[in-house]
Every structure is written in C-alpha cells, then in structure tokens.
C-alpha cells in the first residue's frame, strides 16, 4: 500500500489524545453507606469490571476512529506489482480506435463501432481534463495528429465512422508512438480497441516501446460468419464481342454453418444478364461460373452480387474490361522473303490485329515499345544491335517467335537462341516427317479443341534442324515430329515468352502455313502475349495502373473520373517499361466504376472495390493475445479481457492504483458509531 500524501501520516500522533485522557480522567466516588458490608463488595467488584471493558472499547474505538481519518487524508492507493503510479503532470493518452468493416459486426451491445465508441468515451473520462488526448483510426486523418482536449476529444469520437481504409496494427502502434515521443509529456498511455483480426492485427510483429504502456481492449462478436465474393476473371485473356465468355468467381464462406442453397446475380451494364446457385461448406471455398454472350464492343462494366448479413460491404464485386482490344504484333521478314507471306496476311486480314511490317534490313525498332508480338520470320542471322532490342523486349513482357530460314548462319542463330533460353540447331534433317501428336501436358492449346483426337490430320514437315538434348524445366516441345524430334516448342526469358519453330515457314519445306493449325497457332501466340489488365483494384490502396499503348507524355493530363459522380483526379503519371503508369495514390476510397482519360477520350476503364482482409472475421481472442504477450516478454501490454464492465473505474485503478481513502472514511464513521453504541449500550 501507498500514500498519496504521507506526510499526513504525522497526523497519527493524535492518537495519544485519547489514550491521554482515558489515563487521567480520575472520577469522583459518592459515599453509601450500606448497613451489610457484605453485599456492597460483591456490587463493587462487578461495577469495576464492566467500567473497565467498556473504557477499553471506547477506547479502542477512538483510536481506530482517528487512525482512520488521518490515513483517509493520506490517500491510500494499492497498486498491481506492474503498475507505474502517475500521480503528477498532465498525461498524454493516444486511444487507436478500429473503424474497419469488420467492425460491423454485432455482439450483445450492438455493432462493434458503436461499443468502441463507448468504451474509448469512458477511457477518456477516467483522466483529468488537463491531460491530453489524441484519436487515431484506420484513416489516418491529419486532424486526428494532433492533441486535443478533453471536451473536444469525446466530440471526435462521436464523428467516428465505418471506413475502407485497412491497416495493420503495427503501423497503427508505430504511428501512435511516434506522434507521443514528439510530445514533451512523460506520462504515455495508449489504448488499442480492436476486434483484432488475424488479418491485420499482428500485434507480434510490432517495433516495441517499452517507454509507454499499451492497454488492448479486444471486442468480441457474436458471430464471425460472413458469406463474401473474394475474386473474379475470366478464362481467356481477350474478351471479344459476340463471343462466348465465361467468367468466374470465388465466394467465401468464413463461417461455421454449410450454406445449401445460395446465389449469385451477374450484372453487365446494369442489366442482369446471368444467375448461378451454390453451395458451400463451413469455412470453405467454392468457384462458380457465368457463361454470356458479350453483346457489347468497347467498355463494359459489371457486377457480381450475393445476399449476406450483417457485414454487406463485401457482398457486390465490381469489374471491368474492353471487348475491343487490338493486338500489336510486328513481323520482322528475312532478305530472302516477300513483304506478303502467310504471316502478314493473316494480320492484315483481322481487325484484331494491329500490324507493322518489317525487312531485316530496315527495321524500327522504336515500334518494339508498342509491340506484344514480334515474328522473327526466317532471318539468316540476327544483328547485334537486333539482339539488344530483343532482350530489352523480353524485359517488359510480350512473345517473340524464332522462325529459321533454309540459309542461316548456324553458328550466329544458334548464339542468338542460347541468349533466349532455347537449345541450339545441331543439324538439318530433309526426312518428310509428320507432326505426330501434341503434348497433352501443354496448356498453350488450351481451348482451341474440345477434344484432341488421335487420328487427327496433322502438318507434314520436309526439312527441319535437330535440335540439341535440352531440359523440359527450360524448353517445352508443343508439337512433336514422328521421330521425336520437336517441330514447335516454347520457353522463358525475363518476362517474355519465347516460341521456337525448328523448319521455315515456306512450301518447300511445310505445309503449315496451309494447314488448318496455322491459324489457332499464331493466334494462341498472340492471346498469351497479350496480359490482361486488372478487372479492378482495391480502394484506399496505392495501386498501379498501366497503359500500354500510349507511351508519350502530352500536354494534356490523364484524368481518373468516377461514371457516375462527381469525383475527378489527376494521377501522377510516369513511364515505366514503356508503359504509361499512373499512381492515384490512395485517392480514390469508394468501390463502382471508374475511367482513364485524356482530352476527353477514354483510354481504359476501371473498376474499383473494398479489400477483402476485413472480410475474414477470424479474430485473436484474449488466450491468443497473451500467448503473444508472453511469448515476445512485452511487459509493458496488458489487456482488458471483461470489456462488458465500465472502463473508466478499471482504467483508473490500473493508471493510478485503487485508491482507499473512501473506505477509511466509512472505517472512521463505523468507528464512531461503535463508540456511541458502546457508551450508551453499556452502561
């Protein structure tokens, strides 16, 4: 036990008063005379008796009376062994308020918000009004960087709301500690009330500070189910009007109940144009599929919807795409070719394709920057300054298929395969071969038959270069010759994919070109070159968004502009990997459709949704937390376990001790009554 001011303890001397008195307050006997003397000793001796334990307890009873009042003025305060007693200067006290979606969730108060609202209000009420207060949320608002009082502090706490805004507790307690060492108080306490999601809350992953005291007030729900859409996409990389699309998605089920019999609405361009049913086991996944006819060319956007309560903000998936995408792909012919082969024919004659045709001689290689596709068609040998350039491709993504011609340079060819991961020629070999089967283990077919069948007509090949032993980790073979040998293969290099096909494209040597797998096959090349942009993107999040094909930076800024609202920014913008990426650093923090913009003219669209971290709702609960607490020796954390009590008592007791000085006022009062019953009882 402790004294807030001992030096009232002196005050105790006081205490002799009444021993003082009971010593030298001498009564004065009357004389009676009796005429039995007998009967007036035993009356004498039983008087002295009582007289003497009544003195003794009245006695008592002052001391103890006086004992107590003076140890009240000293103020008593126990104390927990951990506890720091501040008992002098304002304090400051930082309160991390959890304002996420999870909080939605209800427990027997109500939501989660609405009881962390309360319980950061009887924080605040169990300090003195010189001490200062900050309040911090997931938001990270400038306003909230600064203390205030404590009449504006419950205020603040009152404005408090739901928000998208998803942080780990480390940044919180780092940001809250920083914001305190700046401040010249020495008393710091910070408050951490949280549902403490698995998810965000990694409270053993903190940069702790043993110079303020933490308190964590976890809120436990009732539940922790929440049904939600994680994710979407579609099975090609292209979307195209008027053919078949399916696209999937995954829904959640993060809670302890089976859901039988669910559903899910497919929205495009705010018509419904598909349903699907499903069901789910508890805390498992499941994948369902839409299957529509794109109608639409150009800019679509489209929703995904499921019923589920109460945590609704993860029950509507957004995206977007572009059905008319063109695909750049640039044809690099040999000396020895005409400018109009099977190649640039195919291109030319699809709209898809957005063509530019080369010699070997004459090349620009600024168009290498726009490019997904390049066709090394039958080039004799490769410059140096064309390998750069390839390499440099490779680097930023795309396809680039090697085509030998009948006159190459072995030794230079085979140089420039080695530098893109391919095995080298060893040999040509004039056998008429048949391409015998393709590798059912290959996924670059995949889509373009309902089913391979064995005795399918298949190319015939009259030349073709060996090619030396290689390791499937680096080389595919795609379609395979009747000896083994490999006729079309694939592999790595950077971040590009690298095609190989081991005899010229000509009618001297293949028929390919006029066989019915030429097309799927240059046009698989191309789908895979192509990378699908993002069907959407998290709000609240610094996030890149990439434009391919438009690499110069005008005059005029690129706008991010909501479809239906008001809201309107201008990202930074920079070129990177000949890209153009914009940054709208965490400014957009509302989920729907949006566009990219320059004078007016559309350029991509995009779509934007809230991050699925708060959607798992498995929590940290108080055996969790300690085991934390123990295992990394924090001692300076504690928690509140019994967040349904009122805190500001608790928060007092734990910042100043529990304090004494009432009881020893009711002790002083029980005292006195004590001695008055004693006085007039015995008598």
């Known amino acids: 036990m402790m004294f807030v001011y001992p030096a009232f303890l002196w005050a105790l001397a006081a205490v002799s ?143 408090i709301k739901i928000s998208s805004s998803v942080r780990f507790f480390s940044d919180v307690f780092k940001r809250q500690s920083e914001f305190l060492k700046s401040s010249n108080l020495v008393n710091k306490n910070l408050f951490a009330i949280s549902d403490a999601q698995k998810s965000t809350f990694n409270l053993n992953e903190i940069n702790n500070d043993t110079s303020v005291k933490l308190t964590l007030i976890p809120l436990i729900a009732n539940e922790t189910n929440n049904l939600y859409i994680d994710s979407c996409w579609f099975e090609s990389p292209l979307q195209q009007k008027g053919f078949i699309q399916k696209l999937h998605a995954k829904i959640v089920n993060n809670g302890n109940a089976t859901i039988e019999i669910g559903s899910a609405k497919l929205y495009l361009n705010k018509q419904q144009i598909a349903i699907s049913s499903f069901s789910v086991e508890a805390n498992s996944t499941t994948e369902i599929k839409f299957t529509f006819d794109c109608k639409q060319e150009g800019i679509n956007y489209g929703s995904i919807k499921i019923e589920d309560y109460p945590i609704t903000f993860d029950d509507e998936l957004f995206f977007a795409f572009n059905s008319k995408v063109n695909i750049s792909v640039c044809v690099i012919n040999g000396k020895d070719q005409n400018l109009e082969n099977s190649i640039t024919n195919l291109f030319k004659s699809d709209s898809l394709f957005k063509s530019t045709i080369f010699s070997e001689q004459a090349i620009d290689f600024s168009m290498f920057k726009t490019s997904d596709v390049i066709f090394l068609n039958q080039l004799s040998e490769l410059s140096s300054g064309l390998m750069t350039e390839l390499l440099k491709f490779s680097e930023v993504g795309g396809s680039i298929v090697f085509i030998p011609s009948q006159n190459l340079s072995l030794i230079n060819f085979n140089q420039s395969l080695s530098a893109f991961n391919l095995p080298n020629f060893i040999t040509s070999d004039s056998s008429s071969l048949k391409v015998d089967k393709i590798e059912s283990a290959s996924t670059f077919y995949s889509g373009v038959f309902e089913k391979i069948n064995d005795r399918m007509n298949l190319p015939t090949i009259t030349k073709h270069f060996k090619l030396q032993a290689y390791s499937k980790m680096d080389f595919e073979g795609i379609l395979t010759l009747q000896n083994s040998d490999v006729f079309f293969g694939e592999s790595k290099k950077n971040n590009a994919t690298v095609y190989l096909i081991t005899s010229p494209l000509n009618e001297k040597c293949t028929n390919f070109s006029k066989h019915a797998l030429f097309v799927p096959t240059l046009y698989q090349i191309c789908f895979n070159s192509v990378k699908a942009l993002p069907l959407f993107y998290n709000v609240s999040s610094n996030v890149l968004i990439t434009i391919k094909n438009d690499i110069t930076l005008k005059d005029q800024p690129v706008h991010i502009k909501q479809v239906s609202g008001n809201f309107d920014i201008i990202p930074e913008s920079r070129l990177i990997n000949n890209a153009l990426s914009l940054f709208p650093h965490n400014q957009i923090n509302v989920p729907g459709f949006f566009e990219v913009l320059r004078n007016n003219t559309l350029l991509i669209p995009l779509a934007f949704n809230y991050s699925r971290k708060e959607s798992d709702l498995n929590c940290l609960n108080n055996e969790q937390l300690n085991k934390i607490i123990n295992d990394k020796t924090f001692t300076n954390i504690n928690i509140i376990e019994n967040t349904a009590n009122e805190l500001t008592s608790f928060i007092q007791q734990g910042t100043e001790g529990k304090r004494l000085w009432k009881l020893f006022i009711i002790l002083t009062l029980l005292f006195i009554a004590a001695e008055v019953a004693i006085l007039r009882l015995l008598k």
């Open 17 to 159: 008063i009444p021993i003082i008195i009971h010593l030298f307050n001498f009564r004065r006997y009357k004389k009676v005379y009796f005429t039995n003397v007998k009967f007036l000793k035993e009356i004498q001796h039983q008087s002295k008796s009582k007289s003497r334990l009544r003195e003794i307890l009245v006695l008592l009873a002052r001391c103890l009376a006086i004992c107590c009042l003076v140890i009240a003025f000293s103020q008593p305060i126990i104390k927990d062994k951990n506890t720091v007693i501040l008992n002098s200067g304002a304090k400051a006290i930082s309160i991390y308020l959890d304002n996420s979606y999870s909080m939605e969730n209800l427990n027997k108060q109500g939501p989660l918000l609405e009881v962390a609202k309360t319980k950061a209000k009887e924080i605040v009420k169990a300090f003195s009004n010189g001490d200062k207060f900050q309040i911090i949320t997931n938001d990270f608002e400038g306003r909230h960087q600064r203390f205030n009082s404590k009449e504006d502090v419950l205020n603040i706490i009152d404005e």
